[in-house]
């Protein structure tokens, strides 16, 4: 990412995602043990979906306590704070161990013309904040957070004969997002844009196309998102790198595998239009790790952002830079994840000296709780299995024999 950091120490490219020492260097005993005994609950599958949805629930019924039950356990576990400032002390504890944050505003389903001016506004405080903080290079924005679901639905139906209102509110959207990536263009600091679901990711593309077309001329300011998990994507990052070759900018790409799938194959079903996703995992991960390697080979030219907790594509980026001869720390080869999740990546990357960043989310508790409960979702066992976050909690306990 563009803003420099503190040297790290050097160490070899040998990497070892199961040292958990390194992995979880950061906490204590007792964050450690809380931390296993959250992830055993998770773990339950059982238990998970019925205490969502009674969450969900005692939330929106402004249930005594709930909030501060949310409070000490999940929201401690996944979120940096309430405000940025209350996520500071999780931001300065990693950039202790060369992590660096990038920062993103946890509220969701927004609706209103002023929620939406609102959201943009905590983008732009945000990008203030990060310009004072070199642990804090990059934003997130999310076009549904400062646009209405609908409005980029319908304009990337019928592109042609929108009525005049429709222009009007599009425009709007064009200027929220304006001024949050050139309040990122004058202080130093970067914007990603999320991807979201493939009824509205055509206006986000060409959204995010204008936007790096106007701000990435000599960094890269603004960040597309390229999911994966979508069978024609491989193309579509080749194309968008030969558009900014064409127009002259740089292009920056941060890649995921995909976070709708379920909610994808369900409505191509139901409306009887060939599914957007790849036909398996293996699949996708082909294509992840085809991007990776395109991005690396391109790396003057695009700047890329490893949002993954896969560990093979990880170690197959870390490789790729080191097989490459490229300086480990470039600013143009990134890797992240979430907040209190896959330490053992994070942790163990920083150690051997690569560009790595955890997706800080912060936000009111009743905010985030959605965010929160796709979280516990991700960590229940899969048939059977420990979750993989809990085998690597439970492994660092028996090393420390608590
Ligand atoms: C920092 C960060 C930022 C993110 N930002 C976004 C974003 O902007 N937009 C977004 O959509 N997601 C985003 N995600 C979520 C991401 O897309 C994945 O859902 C999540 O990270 C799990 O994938 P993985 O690469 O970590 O690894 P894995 O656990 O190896 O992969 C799981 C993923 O593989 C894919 N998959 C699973 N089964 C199949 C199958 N049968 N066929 C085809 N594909 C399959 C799905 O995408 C699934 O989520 C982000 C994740 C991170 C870490």
Redesign the pocket.
Known sequence: MSKTKKKSKPSAANLDFSNTEIAFAYKSNKELKKAGWLFSLMNKTWLVNPLSDLGLLAMKLHVPFTKSIVRETMFRQFVGGRTLLESTTAIEKLYEFNIQS?LDYGAEAKTTEHEFNKTMNENIRAIEFAKINQSTPVV?S?ISGIARFGLLEKIQKDRSGLPKSVLVEYRNVLKRIDSICYAASINGVSV?????ESWIQDTIDHIADLMMKRYNKERVVVYN?F???RHDRLKFLTSSYDKAQKYGYLLGA?L??????EKEGGRAKEQGYPTP?????????DA?NMALRFCIDNYKAIAS?A????E??SRLQAEMIDEKGIQKDHPHLNF???FG??DNLTFNLADAGYNV???MVYGQVNEVFPYLIRRAK?NTAVSGDMS?EYGLIKKEMDRRKL
């Open positions: 990038v997130v999310k990603m844009i999320d991807a979201e998102t999911q994966m998990y941060k995921v595998r995909g976070a709708y799938m996703i790849q036909p398996n995992k293996q699949a996708t991960d992840y952002c949002a993954t907790h896969n093979e594509s992240c994840q979430l999740m896959s960043a955890k997706y991700e993989r």
